[in-house]
């Protein structure tokens, strides 16, 4: 079997880097997410045979655990990228109750979920578990509260089961990157300044997992932080 790998969220910004990255270090990537019919995502998907496409609703959770079963059956998972994200920003009153289930079951709940089911067969491989968190997850974060719980909760996940499993040779990853010029912000009264410095680029993101993978055996990075060095942001 060839090495293989797991990314959610792989159908744009910071999971579909971290895939390109993955494939051009020889695995087998399996991405999960909605929609692959962007152009740049379209292009990716039909010039890399190594990269399959699994399109469908994250929150369906009984398909996404068939469907990890149905890999791990097929190929050799050595990874799991969590990277999947939503975020919805405001005041918490402004926030509907669907708002909120939507930010704790993909940025949190999943993760777990998909750690649990893969957890054995990342025992057997001395696999990876790199979560995508958010620099929120480290600092108060008025105007996102929700967002900011959800991505401390997968934070101390991350930091637990480093200790819980590394015994095993399981290496965990926890990577906070500040603002990131992605589609998260597309539900916000803000985003990203377009000046120079001011942001990350989601290559920058999938550079950090190239560095955690490329550590010689025995040597595992916990936590990385990236920050730009201007912190900016813009009004819509």
Do not use: W
């Amino acid at each position: 079997m060839n090495k293989a790998a797991i990314v959610t969220g792989a159908s744009s910004g910071i999971g579909l880097a971290i895939s390109q990255v993955l494939c051009e270090l020889h695995y087998e990537v399996y991405g999960f997410g909605r929609d692959f019919e962007r152009e740049e995502t379209a292009h990716f998907v039909q010039s890399n045979h190594t990269f399959h496409t699994v399109i469908g609703d994250l929150l369906d959770t009984q398909k996404v655990c068939d469907k990890v079963k149905e890999i791990t059956r097929k190929a050799q998972v050595e990874v799991l990228v969590n990277a999947a994200g939503v975020g919805y920003y405001g005041l918490h009153e402004q926030l509907s109750v669907k708002q909120i289930q939507t930010l704790v079951r993909t940025n949190l709940e999943l993760p777990l979920i998909l750690t649990n089911r893969l957890l054995r067969v990342l025992k057997e491989h001395n696999g990876y578990i790199i979560n995508i968190s958010s620099i929120t997850a480290k600092q108060s974060s008025p105007h996102g509260c929700a967002y900011g719980a959800t991505k401390a909760g997968l934070t101390s996940f991350g930091e637990s089961l480093f200790d819980e499993v590394r015994k095993y040779g399981v290496k965990v990853t926890t990577i906070h990157p500040d603002m990131t010029q992605t589609n998260l912000y597309r539900d916000a009264d803000f985003t990203c300044s377009e000046e120079e410095g001011s942001f990350l680029e989601s290559s920058q993101v999938a550079e950090a997992v190239r560095y955690v993978l490329e550590q010689r055996e025995g040597s595992v990075v916990p936590d990385i932080t990236l920050r730009p060095q201007l912190h900016r942001i813009a009004r819509k």
